[in-house]
């Protein structure tokens, strides 16, 4: 479950964007926005484990809003978290297929694409368990690359290896370590925001867990630390050895990844190669994780009878096999869209999913809270709970200011230069819109009311 969420949020947000974000803001800049979302991804982290090891199912975030806040609000939140893992499927894909071509350049797109939703669709069909192996050993490779990197940059820091020492001079040229102001530094604080998108995926996870009360809570208590450590530390080690001017910072090519840089300046040649392979394992894992999230949300919809209930047939091996296949399906019919026309449908349908995670994240901290609440309303001990989330009410309004700053922030650069881009407006937001068109949607159709703390449903068998 650790190597789970670890997998879903190391990716090409560390691997590629660190650069840019140090270049925005300076190193400075960048090490504070990223320690102020892995704040808020604690408490996150810390309220979604008091609710999975009290109740783990799987596509908790609709179930809990389901059963502690209101039925419209689950199903408004499981189909717009289900549309925003379905539609980063193809979104990987398309990542992967360009990354072939760095080794590639002349071959088909539809082959490495065909091939990789081969591999992904077969990992999570096998089984539970294979879908948990395979992302254990894909977050392997990842973090073994970053405890490397770290290593060889605090060597080369020191001038242990890689000529001489550079200690901090880094962070005092032009106006570092804070560069560009408030404005740069909340830009990468939205950065930031993005590249700890799937540690949520955990709450799917237990549900399939052996012994989830026990399981839960070991693996909340290591995540958050690893994924921080392994962020914070490899930013500082970049900013340390390569000046924020460097405009090589700024480029997505795997040949200026920052990490590259790093390996290159340390005497690896083969670094390119190397950080090619490593940067296409986590695009597989993203897709394998947000398959995987997809599938399992689509499931418990249809549990909760918001979804055909033929969505819950399982094989034998018990896996959600219907649920499976239609996610799959609309991955494929997705990813077509990118390639036919001029790939404006896709590009919509990528921006309408971008704030589907934050808009979990603030699920995920309303549930908690309403569960607190209903809890002690029904008189039972807080000190019976398997897990206890630290400094509550605190992590909950946390979390749900600082997603509102980042959604709210999401738009910023649509309003610079003196005109308004209403076609960037339209495609930053169209994923809010749709939320609570399906959230009140079915509340008018069903005619869902709030529930009363005394009546929300704590015993998963009510």
Known sequence: MVMISIGGAIGTGLFLASGSTIHTAGPGGAV???????????????????????????????TYATRFIDPALGFGLGWIAWYGSAITLPAELSAATLIMKFWFPHS?????????????????????????????WFSIIKVGTIIIFIVIGILMILGIMGGQAVGFKN????????????????????????????????????????NPKRDVPRAIRSIF?????????????????????????LSDNIMVSPFTLVFQKAGLAVAASVMNAVILTSVLSAGNSFLYAATRMLYALAETGQAPRFLTKVDRRGVPIWSLLI????????????????????????NASAISGFIIWVAIAVCHYRFRKAYIAKGYALDDLPYRARWFPLGPIYTIVVCVLVILGQGYQSFLG?????????????????????????????????????????????
């Open 418 to 462: 003196g005109k308004i881009d209403w076609a960037g407006m339209v495609a930053t937001y169209l994923s809010i819109p749709l939320f609570f068109l399906i959230w009140f949607g079915y509340k008018f159709i069903k005619k869902t009311k709030v529930i009363p703390l005394e009546e929300c449903e704590l015993d998963p068998q009510e």
């Open 327 to 350: 996610t799959t399906f609309i991955g494929v019919f997705v990813f077509l869209a990118s390639i036919f026309g001029d790939g404006t449908v896709y590009y919509w349908l990528v």
């Open 171 to 210: 962070f005092t040229i032009g106006d570092a370590p804070f560069h560009g102001g408030y404005l740069a530094i909340f830009s990468v604080f939205i950065v930031a925001a993005y590249s700890f998108q799937g540690t949520e995926i955990i709450g799917s996870s237990a549900g399939e867990s052996e």
């Open 108 to 136: 088909p797109s539809l082959l490495w694409s065909g091939l990789f939703l081969v591999v992904i669709f077969l990992i999570n069909y096998l089984s539970v368990k294979g879908y948990g192996e395979g992302e254990y």
């Open 32 to 62: 504070l926005s990223y320690l102020i979302i892995g704040v808020m991804i604690f408490f996150v982290m810390t309220s979604l484990g008091e609710l999975a090891s009290f109740m783990p199912t799987s596509g908790s975030y609709s």
């Open 225 to 249: 630390w690893r994924i921080l450590l392994f962020y914070v530390l490899a930013i500082l080690v970049i900013g340390l050895l390569i000046p924020y001017t460097n405009k090589s910072l």
